[in-house]
């Protein structure tokens, strides 16, 4: 057994989330130990932190870590927001400037990630805590509106064209 260096450690945790259905850090603190890598549940955390990784669901409705296949500087494709956005949010609400999305608890961070990459112009920061994203709506945008924006995407609303006054 060996205690890797950071770098080492996290590229070898990245292939093993890469592949296997990783559902816990106890199980990939376990998969580490078995791959001669020895590693803590607190080191593994602050990896996972580091190298971005979430949970996602997967066939079967599971929840497994990944580590998103999008850099941060790319834009995440419209598909992969809609998706991320029906399959996480389950409320939306406006106020001003400022759009709340409410997810399951723990779920927050994904969707927050997925609208920071979106590429969306309307968007001017997000913060996410456990069950809660707050999307702060650049100048000159209607927060109302790109809340209804998102909720069609989420599958939550109608869209704003097919509105009806």
Known sequence: MNSLGKTQRQHRLARLLEN???TSQTQLVELLEADGVRATQATVSRDHDELGAVKV??????????IPELPHERVAPEDHLRRMLSDWVADIGSSGNL??????PGSAHVVGSALDRSGLPEILGTVAGDDTVLVVVADGADGAAFANTLGALAGLRQSPQEETI
């Open 20 to 22: 296997h259905a990783v």
């Open 57 to 66: 669901r997967v066939p079967g409705g599971d929840s497994v870590y990944a």
């Open 99 to 104: 759009v709340v999305l409410r997810t399951p």
